[in-house]
């Protein structure tokens, strides 16, 4: 018998799948070729040119060289992905090809006789218990699929039955192998380019849906034996001890999974994700809905800054288009920094252009501060979890930022992310510190507030706050006197009343709806608009001095027992026509020195040199 395609098990049999790996090792050696020539380019010559020379020929350079070095980003993944799916097939091929051997060997010891077509021929064998003749041979063909026996006669020869396992051993072999010829080969075809050196965003389209067919098509050779449910230490120990080969095959097939894998070093990491950054833009240049338009707008503008290289270096520890979108960036090396900190933003952060400004800039501001202090830090804005939305669309709907739903989802993601920075960390004892700002703050509190707390944080930073859940900085896992709180008294957020005090603010949400997703913490809508942050000012003038806010104690009071240090109070909502500035200042040393450096002392492990200022 033969199978679809007409492969017959001659062919199978003498398939050298040794050659398939051969050719998977020349498409390597020209991936690896191009990235080591676009880390060239990246790394070193356009950080020297931009170092160093101006003027218009210098630009038109530097427009060249970057042009060259998303060429040869998409060479590499390109050929990565051809090098990947014909291991893959060598692989899946050798499976078959064992069955088959492993038939053909049967045949051969009962002394069957396996034809061209794939049937088995049985000789005479035994004696008829009535007639006592010899019982007559015969041959039988091969079914690749399970049948019923069918009825009516069935040779009394012992041999025929065994023949017939063969035969459908033979078949059943053919079958997968034709069945997986026809599947790579149509992958295989679909990894074209066109010709030429220009790169368009319509070809990194294509190369994602040409990374997404040949992930599925290796999910039994790569993806399956990723380590998802393993301990962050655990990731790294099965990551060192893969062989180089098959590094760069995860990196080239599954940057997504490896970038995004808590436990592998962060220089991995930023190399994978990286690449995952093209082919995400890729995919979202391919898309027409609002939201994808937002990520692809946030994603550029984190493409343009890690190209544009320079002091502090940038590492890409997170990217993805799941949710709101993830973003995790880390200024410094997290893995060779004695002091790591991650600060977690708040309401309306999402995978957009803000968010590539600002949220950024806090995580580089804090680096720059807390290098005055200790040169060894990196500073991490973590973009791991879906932080409340509000819309004003859809005001009265979407009522996430008033409940502990999304914080507790990130606390779990944020727990492990910390639990990969402290395992990939190469010092003895490195200083962490968890920050968060606005709803963020409840997020990191929620996570300090699991079983064990945040692996590896010797200090928390609670800045804007509406509550972490806990009623005192002793439930926070890292000692009340690690637990630092910044609130500008003119900042609404870390006043808002309890619970049962905020009937009154319902008409303030609505008046503030249309300004209420930039605001960065819970109040969101609430004081969003004039009107909005007028009704919710004075209702939170007229509760009574309990230590209760939104989210438990507040942590800027002196029943939370939590350190406060000084920050400007910042301009009054309502008088001053400050708005919500007083909730956006504690990281920027333009608009609040005296917070953003006390932030840089304790991020650099000298939490015990801030100024302080007496709790409410």
């Keep these: 018998m033969s199978g679809g395609g ?3 098990w001659a062919q199978l049999r003498d398939v050298r799948c040794a050659e398939l790996e051969g050719a998977a090792d020349g498409w390597g050696r020209a991936s690896n070729r191009a990235d080591a020539a676009r880390d060239r380019i990246d790394r070193q010559l356009l950080a020297g040119l931009t170092a160093t020379q101006e003027g218009e020929a210098a630009r038109a350079a530097v427009g060249r060289l970057r042009a060259l070095g998303r060429n040869l980003s998409y060479i590499y993944t390109e050929c990565g992905l051809v090098r990947t799916t014909l291991n893959s097939l060598a692989q899946d091929l050798r499976g078959t090809q064992r069955q088959l051997r492993d038939a053909l060997d049967e045949a051969a010891g009962l002394k069957l006789t396996v034809r061209a077509d794939g049937s088995v021929s049985y000789p005479d064998a035994g004696e008829d218990p009535l007639t006592k003749e010899r019982l007559r041979g015969g041959t039988a063909s091969g079914h690749a699929y399970l049948r019923s026996a069918p009825p009516g006669f069935t040779s009394p020869n012992p041999l025929a039955a065994k023949a017939q396992a063969v035969a459908d051993r033979i078949a059943r072999a053919l079958s997968e192998a034709a069945e997986i010829d026809a599947r790579y080969a149509g992958t295989l075809r679909r990894l074209t380019a066109q010709e030429g050196l220009h790169v368009t965003d319509a070809m ?25 449910d393993a ?15 098959r590094r760069e095959e995860y990196l080239a097939v599954h940057p997504d999974l490896i970038g995004n894998l808590d436990g592998i070093p962060a220089s991995v990491r930023d190399a994978a994700n990286r690449d995952n950054l093209a082919l995400l833009m890729g995919k979202l240049a391919g898309a027409e809905d609002d939201r994808s338009r937002t990520m692809l707008a946030g994603l550029r503008s984190i493409d343009e800054q890690l190209r544009a290289g320079g002091h502090p270096p940038i590492f890409l520890l997170g990217v993805g288009d799941e949710g709101n979108g993830r973003a995790i960036v880390a200024y410094g090396n997290p893995d060779t920094a004695r002091n790591v900190s991650a600060y977690v933003p708040g309401l309306g952060t999402g995978l957009d252009e803000a968010f590539a400004e600002n949220d950024l800039k806090r995580a580089r501001d804090t680096l720059l501060g807390a290098a005055e202090y200790d040169a060894s830090t990196a500073s991490i804005v973590w973009l791991g979890y879906d932080a409340p939305q509000l819309s004003t669309d859809d005001i009265t709907g979407n009522t996430d930022v008033m409940f502990m739903d999304n914080a507790a989802a990130g606390a779990s993601a944020y727990g492990d992310f910390m639990a990969g920075i402290a395992a990939t960390n190469e010092n003895d004892d490195p200083h962490l510190t968890a920050m968060g700002h606005s709803y963020g703050s409840l997020t990191v509190g929620q996570a300090a507030q699991r079983e064990g707390g945040i692996p590896g944080v010797d200090d928390i930073v609670l800045v804007g706050s ?21 609130a500008a008294e003119n900042d609404p957020v870390t006043r808002m009343p309890a619970k049962g005090e905020a009937q009154g603010m319902g008409m303030g949400a609505l008046g503030g709806a249309s300004v209420g997703a930039a605001l960065g913490g819970p109040v969101g809508a609430a004081v969003g608009g004039a009107g909005g942050a007028t009704m919710a000012y004075f209702a939170q003038d007229a509760q009574t001095e309990e230590s209760e806010i939104w989210f438990g104690t507040d942590p800027a009071h002196e029943d939370f027992g939590a350190r406060r240090f000084r920050v400007d109070e910042g301009r009054r909502p309502v008088l001053d026509m400050g708005g919500v500035d007083a909730h956006s200042n504690y990281f920027d040393p333009d ?9 840089a002392k304790i991020v650099a492990g000298r939490g015990q040199a801030i100024s302080m200022q007496d709790p409410r």
């Design 204 to 228: 990194w389209t294509d190369a994602n849906a040409d990374a997404a067919a040949v992930r599925a098509l290796t999910a039994d050779y790569l993806r399956d034996a990723i380590p998802h």
């Design 591 to 599: 608009r609040d020195e005296v917070s953003a450096r006390n932030v």
């Design 231 to 245: 301990t962050p230490a655990e990731r790294l120990a099965w990551w060192q001890g893969l062989t180089a080969e």
């Design 6 to 8: 007409g492969l017959t």
């Design 466 to 486: 509406p509550g972490t859940g806990a009623d005192s900085a002793d439930d926070l896992g890292v000692g009340r006197a690690h637990v630092y709180v910044g």
